[in-house]
């Protein structure tokens, strides 16, 4: 069964991911950078509700003309950071943002673009539990399988 939307999320949101993610799970936020008031934001794929133990930290930075910083925190220690130059988001305007589960890697669009692919460092079965915080107003967070 599909799970349902959040719809207009407001940011800190920690939400369940029913049944944990699976291939072929897509997940998509829409919504739109804040103009001001912080430097970054970040979507979280992680094992409940402490930050222990994040499968996929993706993380826009709004510093050094952009860049984002994607990671994984195994038992509280994070590994080697992969950085993207390309940075596609602007502040105050509006996003898209998909995440594609797929057996070896999540493949990252944004605004229907590839952007990105980050290789599954750790088993993403137990993940149950997305986190996004930041400088971002949420539209809706979608869950399609």
């Given at each position: 069964?599909?799970?349902?939307?959040?719809?207009?999320?407001?940011v800190s949101i920690t939400g369940i991911i029913?049944?944990?993610l699976q291939v072929g799970h897509?997940?998509?936020?829409?919504?739109?950078?804040?103009?001001?008031?912080?430097?970054?934001?970040?979507v979280?794929?992680?094992?409940g509700y402490n930050d222990n133990?994040?499968?996929f930290h993706f993380n826009p930075r709004f510093e050094e003309g952009g860049y984002v910083v994607c990671?994984?925190?195994?038992?509280?220690?994070?590994?080697?950071e992969e950085r993207m130059i390309q940075f596609p988001f602007q502040r105050g305007s509006s996003f898209e943002l998909c995440f594609h589960v797929k057996s070896s890697e999540f493949k990252v669009t944004v605004n229907g673009k590839p952007?990105?692919?980050?290789?599954?460092?750790v088993p993403f079965n137990p993940v149950d539990t997305i986190c996004i915080t930041?400088?971002?107003?949420?539209?809706?967070?979608?869950?399609?399988?």
């Amino acid at each position: 069964m599909a799970q349902a939307s959040y719809t207009n999320p407001v940011v800190s949101i920690t939400g369940i991911i029913q049944g944990g993610l699976q291939v072929g799970h897509k997940i998509t936020i829409t919504g739109t950078v804040r103009p001001s008031g912080g430097n970054r934001f970040a979507v979280n794929f992680q094992t409940g509700y402490n930050d222990n133990d994040i499968a996929f930290h993706f993380n826009p930075r709004f510093e050094e003309g952009g860049y984002v910083v994607c990671n994984t925190k195994q038992k509280g220690s994070w590994g080697p950071e992969e950085r993207m130059i390309q940075f596609p988001f602007q502040r105050g305007s509006s996003f898209e943002l998909c995440f594609h589960v797929k057996s070896s890697e999540f493949k990252v669009t944004v605004n229907g673009k590839p952007f990105m692919e980050y290789a599954h460092r750790v088993p993403f079965n137990p993940v149950d539990t997305i986190c996004i915080t930041g400088i971002v107003k949420l539209s809706s967070i979608k869950f399609q399988i």
